[in-house]
């Protein structure tokens, strides 16, 4: 297992585009997050998964986006519309529930770019 | 989540032990003290938590004073490959869905120079 896999890493995209990204978490993790990085920032928690469940979704994740967990292995996350202001570093992470207090496994993330 | 107080940056001398202070005075009994790392254009990465105890691993140390209000991240030999954004994190340990996200603040850019 290389941990988790995110793709692109890199994307740029036109104000308006739609746009999919994807995350492979570790195979045996349960629990999968997504979390959105601006410049000089800490990560920010978008909405997280338990198997197939969404369990919980910030309000920073506004109608625009969406994220689907349908096999409860692999996860998208998708922009509709964009804005200039989505643009930032999107990050997935696992782990997996009973591990308790465990840390998580961050992918190495998906750089959005909205001209 | 209780919220963290760290220093904005600090730097250290590489092959000197790095101490990275944290205040989480408003921590509740059940809150864990976790600390990530960033490395530029990388993902944050686990290094250690911990509840009351001292804990140690193969990347660092984390000392919580006996009040649990303050805790300090131990790097005992710190390299140029350790330069990064540490970013000191509480939360409730367990299982329970509302207790799984870590909410990151801005961190400690932590410098190692030659």
């Known amino acids: 297992d290389t941990g988790v896999s995110q793709n692109p890493r890199h994307k740029i995209t036109k104000r308006g585009q739609n746009v999919t990204f994807r995350c492979d978490p570790i195979?045996?993790?349960?629990?999968l997050y997504w979390y959105r990085q601006t410049l000089g920032q800490g990560p920010e928690f978008l909405t997280y998964?338990?198997?197939?469940?969404?369990?919980?979704k910030s309000r920073l994740l506004s109608d625009r986006f969406s994220a689907e967990r349908p096999k409860g292995s692999f996860s998208t996350l998708e922009i509709q519309r964009t804005e200039q202001g989505d643009s930032a570093m999107y990050l997935c992470?696992?782990?997996?529930?009973?591990?308790?207090?465990?840390?998580?496994?961050f992918g190495s993330g998906t750089r959005l770019t909205v001209v | 989540d209780a919220k963290t107080t760290q220093p904005t940056s600090m730097d250290c001398a590489e092959g000197r032990a790095a101490n990275l202070p944290c205040n989480h005075s408003?921590?509740?009994?059940?809150?864990?003290v976790y600390w990530y790392r960033q490395i530029h254009s990388q993902g944050p990465q686990y290094i250690i938590h911990?509840?009351?105890n001292n804990e140690t691993n193969e990347m660092a140390s984390l000392i919580i004073t006996e009040d649990r209000k303050s805790s300090t991240l131990i790097l005992p030999h710190a390299t140029l490959r350790d330069t990064a954004v540490y970013y000191c994190?509480?939360?409730?340990?367990?299982?329970?869905?509302?207790?799984?996200?870590?909410?990151f603040g801005t961190g400690t850019r932590l410098q190692v120079t030659l």
């Open positions: 992470a696992s782990s997996f529930s009973g591990a308790g207090t465990g840390g998580y496994t």
């Open positions: 195979s045996e993790h349960n629990r």
């Open positions: 998964f338990q198997n197939e469940a969404q369990l919980e």
């Open positions: 408003t921590i509740s009994g059940n809150e864990y």
């Open positions: 911990g509840l009351k």
């Open positions: 994190i509480v939360r409730v340990g367990g299982d329970t869905g509302t207790a799984s996200k870590l909410t």
